[in-house]
């Protein structure tokens, strides 16, 4: 059972930036998917940026060309790296995994804050 655990939240101005962390418990080699997602307040979860065991990254419409995700099989991270912070990108963040192209999500952890205000 791979446990994940998200940090790197806080409160940043807009246009300032912030690097997420989801430090994995046991290996995740050999998993198929992982990801970024972020629910903000009365909106439902959302996909952020993902990127797969082949290298293959998905990123949000919302985001590309401001978020970078990476993937390090040998510390067992995912950092997703957000410059140019708007407002809208509020949210609580949270790292997830697919094992397989045919599995489910995981389950969801405590998530990190991100809050972009003047």
């Known amino acids: 059972q791979v446990q994940l655990v998200e940090s790197g939240g806080g409160l940043v101005q807009p246009g300032g930036s912030l690097t997420l962390s989801c430090a994995a418990s046991g290996s995740i080699a050999k998993i198929y998917a992982m990801g970024w997602y972020r629910q903000a307040p009365g909106k439902q979860r959302e996909s952020v940026a993902s990127?797969?065991?082949?290298?293959?990254?998905n990123y949000a419409d919302s985001v590309k060309g401001r978020f970078t995700i990476s993937r390090d099989n040998v510390k067992n991270t995912v950092n997703l790296q957000m410059n140019s912070l708007k407002p809208e990108d509020t949210a609580v963040y949270y790292c997830?995994?697919?094992?397989?192209?045919?599995?489910?999500?995981?389950?969801w952890g405590q998530g990190t804050q991100v809050t972009v205000s003047s």
């Open positions: 990127i797969t065991s082949g290298g293959t990254i």
């Open positions: 997830n995994f697919r094992r397989t192209p045919l599995s489910g999500f995981g389950s």
